[in-house]
């Protein structure tokens, strides 16, 4: 399927970070508003402080490293990705929460990869091939970057997006389980997809 003829695609700006939070928290199953929790001082809302994470100017989570999709002048989805480190230290995992610990196992399994830490498209855009359109993107970044792979972490019960992965080529490298935490309720694994350049 061919993106919507009206779409548009840009680098983010500072002043697409609210949009920007809200996507990685659609995208995130959970995990990007339980750790916005966790960093939230009194008063100051939970996307408040994703907001305040996209506008760094470095990090992987930063608007700089993201890519809007456009319909109508209306934000329709994102797409955040950056060139992993070869080779990757996770450092002494034991420092980090439990539940995220397997992510970065996984992570370090595709050193040097282009890494599509998000890809999200709010729901009134959907199955109108924005997915495929910001994964072509993904692929041409990753060549300017000189990575000769993609990668990218998918959840086991998220059969959606496992699909659109396997369509543009991905295919499953490895897999940890994934460990509950507070009210994060699925059962399965976390799956790391790798796709050849």
Excluded: C
């Amino acid at each position: 399927m061919d993106s919507h003829p009206q779409a548009s695609f840009r680098p983010a700006k500072i002043g697409d970070t609210a949009s920007l939070a809200v996507l990685v928290d659609i995208a995130g199953e959970g995990l990007a508003a339980y750790l916005w929790g966790q960093l939230k001082t009194p008063g100051q809302s939970i996307l408040e402080v994703g907001r305040e994470r996209a506008r760094r100017e470095e990090g992987g989570f930063s608007y700089r490293n993201a890519t809007l999709a456009e319909i109508g002048g209306e934000t329709a989805g994102a797409l955040i990705g950056y060139r992993q480190p070869d080779p990757y230290d996770t450092g002494d995992l034991s420092e980090l929460p439990e539940f995220l610990q397997p992510l970065l196992q996984l992570e370090s399994q595709a050193p040097g990869s282009w890494y599509v830490n998000v890809l999200a498209v709010f729901p009134e855009f959907r199955r109108l091939g924005l997915g495929k359109a910001l994964l072509d993107i993904a692929d041409q970044k990753a060549w300017e970057s000189n990575a000769s792979s993609l990668s990218v972490i998918v959840a086991s019960w998220n059969e959606e997006a496992s699909k659109l992965y396997a369509r543009a080529g991905f295919r499953l490298e490895a897999e940890e389980e994934a460990i509950p935490f507070a009210d994060f309720s699925h059962h399965g694994a976390w799956q790391l997809l790798v796709k050849a350049l």
